[in-house]
C-alpha cells in the first residue's frame, strides 16, 4: 500500500471514530434533557409550580427535535459508512435509543400535563411521597443507563435491569394505597386519578431506562437480552462472553 | 464485465431481494400476530372467557420471540448487504416497526390481565361499549398501517395518521364517563379502574399503529414525519416528493 493511501485509510477511520463518539454525545445530551424534563415535572408537581409545569410540557418539542436529528445522523452513518460488527451494533443501539429517551419524554409531559390539572384545581394530592420516592429512583436507574451507555458498562447496566424489579413493586404498592384512598373519600377520586397517571409514567419511564441497560449488553457483547427474565440471566455468562 | 460476474452480481442482487421481502413478510407475521392478540383479549374481557384471556397473557413471549428473530435479520442484512437509500430504509423502517408491534402485544397482554381481575371479580363493568368501540377501530388503524407498509401505500398510511386523533377524544371522552361511574357508585372504583386501564392500552395501541404508518412515510419518501402534527402535515408535497 502507498503511503498516500494509507494516510488517506487513517484519515477516513479517524473521521469514523470520530463520528461514532458524537453518536454517544449527542445521546448523552438528549439523556441529560430528558432527565431534566423528569427532574422539572415532579418539582412542579411538589411545589405547585404552575409555570414550572408549562414549561417542561413546552420543551417536549426539543426533545423530539432531539430524536429526529440524531436518528438522521445514524442514518447517514450506516449509509456512508456501511459499519460492521461493533460499531454497527453502537448504531442501531443509539438508534434505538433514542425511541425510549423519546418516550420518556413524552411520560416527563404527561406528568407536567397531571400536575397542571392538580395545581389548578388547587388539590393537595395524596400520594405525593410515592411520587416523590418513585421519581428519584428511575432517575437514578436512568441516570445510570446513560453511564453504563457511556461507559460500555455491562456490570452497571445489568444493576440497571434488576432495579426495574423493585420500581414495579412500589409501584404496585403505591397503587394499592391510592385506591384505597379513592374509595374512602369519593371526592379525592379525579385528583387521585391525576396522581395514579403520573405514577403510571414514573413506571413506565422505570421499563425504559430498563430497556436502555439491555442496549448497553447488546452493544458490548452482541446479546440481545431483551425479554429474557432477570432472574433467569446468567450474569456470569454475560460478562465472560466475548 | 465478464459474464461469470454479471450472473454473479444479478445472483447476488436476487438473494437480496429475496432477504428484504422476507423482512416484510415475517413484519407482516408479527403485525398478524399482534392484531389477533388484541381481537382475543378483547374479546376475553366482552365474554368473560379467562382461558382466552390467559391464553393471550402466555402467549406474549412468541410476540417478543418474533422481534427478536426479526431484528437479529434485520441486523445480518446490515451487516452483509450494507443497504444504501431505499433499501436501508427499509430495513430501519422494519426495526423500529418490530418495536411497536411488541409494545402493541405488551398493551394486548395488559389488557387480558385487567379482563381477567375483572372475571374473577366477577364485576359485570361499565364502560364495555365503549372498550368494543374503540377496540375496532384501533385494529383498523393496525389492520391499515400493515396494509401501508405491505403494499409501501403513503395515502392509506396518511389517513391511519389522521385517525389517530379521533381515538385520542374517544378515549378522554370515555375516560370521562367512567370517572362519573366512580363518583357515582365508590363500590365500582375497582372494576372501573380495570376499565381505564384497557381504554389506555387501547389509546397506546393506536399511537403505535400511527408511528408504523408514519415508518411508511419515511421508507417510501424517505421523510422523517414523526412529532409533526397531523394538521401541519401537506400532504399533497408528501404525495408530490420523490
Not at 443507563?145 to 420500581?167: G, P
Not at 404498592?173 to 371526592?187: G, I, N, V
Amino acid at each position: 500500500m502507498d503511503i498516500t493511501s494509507d494516510t488517506h485509510s487513517q484519515h477516513i477511520s479517524r473521521q469514523f471514530n470520530q463520528e461514532l463518539e458524537e453518536l454517544k454525545t449527542h445521546l448523552m445530551a438528549m439523556g441529560g434533557l430528558v432527565e431534566q424534563q423528569i427532574q422539572e415535572a415532579v418539582s412542579a408537581l411538589l411545589e405547585g409550580d404552575s409555570r414550572l409545569a408549562e414549561r417542561v410540557r413546552d420543551n417536549d418539542k426539543a426533545v423530539n427535535d432531539m430524536q429526529l436529528k440524531i436518528d438522521d445522523e445514524c442514518t447517514r452513518v450506516l449509509a456512508r459508512r456501511q459499519p460492521a460488527a461493533s460499531d454497527l451494533r453502537l448504531v442501531l443501539a443509539v438508534i434505538r435509543a433514542t425511541s425510549d429517551l423519546e418516550r420518556i419524554g413524552d411520560e416527563a409531559s404527561k406528568i407536567a400535563r397531571n400536575a397542571l390539572s392538580l395545581i389548578e384545581a388547587n388539590q393537595g394530592a395524596k400520594g405525593v411521597v410515592e411520587v416523590r420516592h418513585i421519581s428519584e429512583h428511575v432517575r437514578k436507574m436512568l441516570r445510570d443507563a446513560l453511564t453504563a451507555f457511556a461507559r460500555f458498562d455491562i456490570e452497571l447496566a445489568l444493576e440497571v435491569v434488576h432495579e426495574d424489579d423493585s420500581v414495579d413493586s412500589e409501584y404496585a404498592s403505591a397503587m394499592r394505597s391510592l385506591m384505597t384512598f379513592m374509595m374512602e373519600d369519593p371526592r379525592a377520586i379525579s385528583p387521585v386519578l391525576n396522581v395514579m397517571w403520573i405514577l403510571r409514567a414514573l413506571e413506565r419511564i422505570g421499563d425504559h431506562a430498563n430497556n436502555l441497560a439491555e442496549y448497553v449488553v447488546y452493544l458490548v457483547k452482541g446479546l440481545d437480552i431483551r425479554h429474557v427474565d432477570p432472574e433467569e440471566l446468567d450474569e456470569a455468562a454475560i460478562k465472560r462472553q466475548d
